[in-house]
């Protein structure tokens, strides 16, 4: 009897316990953990006869393939514009877009105009009226150490 229960605690040993995964609960939820990219798709126009469009060109022969594969939440597309200037239109999940002329550019400066669009959130740009925003404003003001008859030592 004493063998039968050292198998059975040493088979109990070997065994991993399971658990059960339910596929819902591998997606991620919204909260103050999940980053939501905001830019889902890029849009690069360009011309192939136009000499302002070459280093455009460059760009998208060498990066576009890159960046693609590292930016899977973003469509990127190539549109042939003949006879214009090169551009990147980039739309945001909030409806706006945001365009940005490239000619002229190197492709390493074209590479952080796109990462710029990449980070940006596609919001309005608001100038700000305050230096702090807030929903309640405080009734004295804002403290500062430089208003007090003797300064504060820190």
Request: hydrophobic content about 40%.
């Amino acid at each position: 009897m004493a063998t039968r229960a050292a198998t059975t605690a040493a088979a109990a040993v070997s065994k991993p316990a399971r658990h059960q995964v339910l596929r819902g609960s591998l997606s991620s939820r919204p909260g103050h953990a999940v980053y939501v990219p905001q830019l889902r798709k890029l849009v690069f126009e360009y011309c192939d006869f136009w000499p302002s469009n070459a280093h455009a060109r460059t760009y998208i022969l060498n990066n576009i393939e890159d960046l693609a594969a590292t930016n899977p939440h973003v469509e990127v597309v190539l549109l042939k514009r003949s006879y214009k200037h090169p551009v990147v239109r980039g739309f945001y999940l909030n409806g706006r877009d945001k365009v940005i002329a490239l000619n002229g550019f190197q492709p390493t400066a074209i590479a952080e105009k796109v990462k710029l669009l990449l980070d940006s959130s596609g919001a309005k740009i608001r100038p700000l009226k305050k230096p702090v925003e807030s929903t309640t404003e405080s009734v004295r003001g804002i403290w500062s150490g430089m208003h007090v008859e003797k300064p504060v030592e820190i």
